[in-house]
T-cell receptor, first 112, second 113 residues
Framework: AQTVTQSQPEMSVQEAETVTLSCTYD???????LFWYKQPPSRQMILVIR??????QNATENRFSVNFQKAAKSFSLKISDSQLGDTAMYFC?????????FGAGTTVTVRA | EAQVTQNPRYLITVTGKKLTVTCSQN?????MSWYRQDPGLGLRQIYY???????DKGDVPEGYKVSRKEKRNFPLILESPSPNQTSLYFC????????????FGPGTRLTVL
């Protein structure tokens, strides 16, 4: 069964604007990790941001930040000041029980 | 340069012809894994290895084999490929088991006719 759900197949955003990608997950573990990976047209998988479940503080990496709602099992990604180079597919991923499970992905297109 | 390499990058083959996709990492990572990526399904884990001679099934292991005889190498073997194994395959490695960033290889595009 799918344990990571990304409900937005595609999103479009104007350059310099902000876009938020949603992700919900399901796990019975108390200790787990969440990730957002970016896959540009080159197909390379690139880590965007990592969140440890036991840390309440939301992770931030430059223009990328997350809203981690543990009780709701929600892990959204906000991209601020969007740039053309942010155009890519974004995957939410959950690490628990020695495995990494991915969502289906959200394609983000940044318009000039 | 720290990296995960995969070979070949592209492969077109026919049903039933055994093939191996190699994966190698130079970071002395303990954990290695194989994924397949299909449209609308994201990446799904095929097999993973926690160390030399220690492997376990992921979510979609049917039709695949792996081995981990050396720490740096983790080949994926398709004994009798079928068209439903046409996919984009990624190898990945991470320093330890739990929660560390996985470093991905460049991917292998496999087409089985």
């Amino acid at each position: 069964a799918q344990t990571v759900t990304q409900s937005q197949p595609e999103m479009s955003v104007q350059e310099a604007e902000t876009v938020t990608l949603s992700c919900t997950y399901d796990t019975s573990e108390s200790n787990y990790y969440l990730f957002w990976y970016k896959q540009p047209p080159s197909r390379q998988m690139i880590l965007v941001i990592r969140q440890e479940a036991y840390k309440q503080q939301n992770a931030t990496e430059n223009r990328f930040s997350v809203n981690f709602q543990k009780a709701a099992k929600s892990f959204s990604l906000k991209i601020s000041d969007s740039q053309l180079g942010d155009t890519a597919m974004y995957f939410c991923a959950l690490w628990d029980d020695y495995k990494l499970s991915f969502g289906a992905g959200t394609t983000v297109t940044v318009r000039a | 340069e720290a990296q995960v390499t995969q070979n070949p990058r592209y492969l077109i083959t026919v049903t039933g012809k055994k093939l191996t996709v190699t994966c190698s990492q130079n970071m002395n990572h303990e954990y290695m894994s194989w994924y397949r990526q299909d449209p609308g399904l994201g990446l799904r884990q095929i097999y993973y290895s926690m160390n030399v001679e220690v492997t376990d099934k992921g979510d979609v292991p049917e039709g695949y084999k792996v081995s981990r005889k050396e720490k740096r190498n983790f080949p994926l073997i398709l004994e009798s490929p079928s068209p439903n194994q046409t996919s984009l395959y990624f190898c990945a490695s991470s320093l330890e088991l739990q929660g560390y960033e996985q470093f991905f290889g460049p991917g292998t595009r496999l087409t089985v006719l």
